[in-house]
T-cell receptor, first 114, second 112 residues
């Protein structure tokens, strides 16, 4: 297992377009998290899944954002009608509930909305 | 909500020097994580602390959580250029065990 994988690494899109990011967690991890990080700031929690259930969504996640984890494995984060303010690094992390091993982060997807 | 303040915001040291980064919380820390981030990349897990007074070391990096569980420090001994990057502290918000709140990070530059 090579860790948490995110694709694409970079995405440039025009304002108003839809974008989708993918995250493949560590295979035995049942929890998956999405965070957003802007320049000079720490990551901010967006949402998390335990298996296929989305258990919490931050108020940062507007109606234009949707995340899924259909089979409890990989996850997708979609942003509809992108705005310039959506430009950020989107980070995915995974963990095994109760293991005490912490969260493993992926390398992120950097979104630029022009 | 929990807020984490890191100090200093940035730090420039000469190779071989020791340094300390601090992370102070507005609330009790139930789980405190230290991560390192290279610019434009993901977060690399360094250490996790949970108990008051706990101290962990890995190679030349030592992290401590104070007895009151409101402050943590990260100490690097004999710094090397490979230590350069952004150091982030994160806390399990309210003991949630699923949501991390992060500080803004400390940018470390190590000059050879």
């Amino acid at each position: 297992d090579t860790g948490v994988s995110q694709n694409p690494r970079h995405k440039i899109t025009k304002r108003g377009q839809n974008v989708t990011f993918r995250c493949d967690p560590i295979s035995e991890h049942n929890r998956l998290y999405w965070y957003r990080q802007t320049l000079g700031q720490g990551p901010e929690f967006l949402t998390y899944f335990q298996n296929e259930a989305q258990l919490e969504k931050s108020r940062l996640l507007s109606d234009r954002f949707s995340a899924e984890r259909p089979k409890g494995s990989f996850s997708t984060l979609e942003i509809q009608r992108t705005e310039q303010g959506d430009s950020a690094m989107y980070l995915c992390a995974s963990s095994l509930a109760g293991s005490g091993d912490g969260y493993t982060f992926g390398s992120g997807t950097r979104l630029t909305v022009v | 909500s929990q807020e984490l303040e890191q100090s200093p915001q940035s730090l420039i040291v000469q190779e071989g020097k020791n340094l300390t980064i601090n992370c102070t919380s507005s609330k009790t820390l139930y789980g405190l994580y230290w991560y390192k981030q290279k610019y434009g990349e993901g977060l690399i897990f360094l250490m996790m602390l949970q108990k008051g007074g706990e101290e962990k070391s890995h190679e030349k990096i030592t992290a401590k959580l104070d007895e009151k569980k409101q402050q943590s420090s990260l100490h690097i001994t004999a710094s090397q250029p490979s230590h350069a990057g952004i150091y982030l502290c994160g806390a399990d918000e309210g003991g949630s065990n699923y949501k991390l709140t992060f500080g803004k990070g400390t940018l470390l530059t190590v000059n050879p």
